[in-house]
């Protein structure tokens, strides 16, 4: 029915100062022109969240996380509000709204919820009237009215949920590149824009940490074929399509280089050589809900062993009280945590059936004296641990051995 409509995402960069939001407004206004129906969600200002998650901090360093959710959705309330007295100045009807005022409705994770529902009459009847809606992003409520955050980065979700809830023929993601490159454009300067990328290599980029992105949103848009078009807020330049299948006539062997600096690593050491033991150590720390990733132990030679794994940095003192306390309980040693770490991924569908990969990845950080700390691949990446500040240079190097700034896009 309504096929007309186009979600837009504006994210913190291209809202981040008033300049560019009255840029972001003649935007609007000249996509508005050629008759579509818009719906507009906005991030907050530049750095706004982390501005506000370090106020909190200030106060209480252990806040409870349904105040961190009133806390940090403001920053797109913001945005969202200003956005409207922009296009109001140029003589255009526009409204603002929050995640509740438009039915989002998630679940209760406060900082990480799930949407359930959105009800999408309030949208629309606005949209009837011929206003351009504009939606705080990153917020929802749950069922008890109380408002919950998507997760870093949780705008995309929002615009894509929204894509997806209305119909729309299109989710156009506006940042601060040009698209989705084969590497992060601010570390490998030679890095080339892709034309096209499937869902599943982004959400494999995405988690892995290119915050082009968050991976949450492209999971949804995977699920129900939103189309996304990843392009820049600050010119006309085409982006990057994102989509389930791409027109290459062989996939990309490599589609791209990763980098995530948000891990960090815990060592348990002299862990009894027994059967059950892993699973005592990672069954408790599950059940708080962390995310471990990585796991390597050592080979054991006098009935003990050092058991390494990385988890998110941000799970990290909770994740260390556990394995302490694990530690305790089964007669382990001691427990380290090593934050000085980075890990670097490639990415690529074509992984699957061409082999050699992995050694070419090793290859070329060997030849830099690039030390590998732990190694992980699934069918369509591989991730090597190394130090911190050498990070930055293994995409560069890795980037380089398999010539991706020539991949044919
Ligand atoms: P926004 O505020 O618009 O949501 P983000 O900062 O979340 O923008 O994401 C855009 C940033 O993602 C870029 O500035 C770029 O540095 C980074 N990035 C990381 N990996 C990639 C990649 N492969 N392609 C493009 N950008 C990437
Ligand atoms: N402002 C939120 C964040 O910084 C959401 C977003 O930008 O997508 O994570
Ligand atoms: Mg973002």
């Known amino acids: 029915m309504s096929r007309r409509i186009t979600v837009q995402k504006f994210g913190g960069s291209s809202v981040a100062n008033t300049d560019r939001i009255n840029n972001v407004a003649e ?8 008759g579509e129906e818009i719906v507009v969600v906005v991030s907050a200002m530049g750095d706004t969240t982390d501005e506000l998650i370090e106020l909190a901090k200030k106060i209480n360093p252990h806040p409870l996380e349904r105040e961190i959710d009133m806390l940090i959705s403001t920053g797109e309330q913001i945005s969202s509000a200003l956005l409207a007295m922009a296009l109001h100045k140029r003589g255009y009807e526009a409204i603002s709204f929050t995640g509740l005022q438009v039915g989002i409705i998630t679940d209760g994770s406060h900082t990480r919820a799930k949407i359930i529902k959105i009800n999408t009459r309030r949208i629309r009847e606005e949209l009837k009237k011929g206003k351009i809606v504009i939606v705080a992003g990153f917020q929802g409520v749950n069922r008890k009215k109380d408002i919950t955050t998507l ?50 290599e982004i959400l494999e980029m995405a988690s892995l940490g290119a915050q082009v992105m968050q991976a949450r949103s492209i999971e949804v848009a995977k699920k129900f074929n939103v189309p996304i078009h990843v392009r820049s807020s600050f010119s006309n330049e085409e982006g990057t399509m994102i989509v389930s299948k791409t027109k290459r006539l062989e996939e990309a062997v490599i589609t791209g280089v990763t980098l995530s600096k948000n891990e960090a690593k815990i060592t348990i050491r002299d862990v009894p050589d027994r059967p059950g033991i892993a699973a005592k150590i990672f069954g408790k720390i ?9 796991i390597v132990q050592n080979v054991s030679k006098i009935g003990t062993t050092d058991l390494s794994f990385t988890i998110a940095n941000s799970d990290l003192s909770k994740a260390i009280k556990l394995a302490r306390e694990v530690s305790k309980d089964i007669n382990a040693g001691e427990v380290s945590a090593d934050e000085d770490i980075a890990r670097v991924s490639v990415v690529g569908v074509g992984m699957r059936t061409y082999p050699g990969i ?7 950080l060997a030849e830099k004296k690039i ?16 130090k911190k500040n050498l990070g930055e240079e293994a995409v560069r190097i890795i980037h380089k051995k398999f010539k991706l700034h020539k991949i044919n896009s």
């Open 27 to 34: 935007r609007i206004i000249s996509y508005l022109k050629k």
């Open 151 to 200: 997760g870093r980065g949780g705008s995309d979700l929002t615009a894509i949920a929204l894509a997806y809830a209305l119909d729309a023929k299109i989710c156009e993601i506006y940042t601060d590149v040009n698209g989705i490159y084969t590497a992060d454009p601010r570390i490998v300067p030679e890095a080339k824009k892709l034309k096209s990328i499937t869902y599943d």
């Open 286 to 294: 599950s059940d708080e809900g962390i995310n471990v990733d990585m």
């Open 358 to 364: 992995a050694a070419g990845v090793f290859k070329a």
């Open 371 to 386: 030390n590998i700390e732990m190694i992980s691949t699934s069918d369509i990446s591989i991730s090597c641990i190394v």
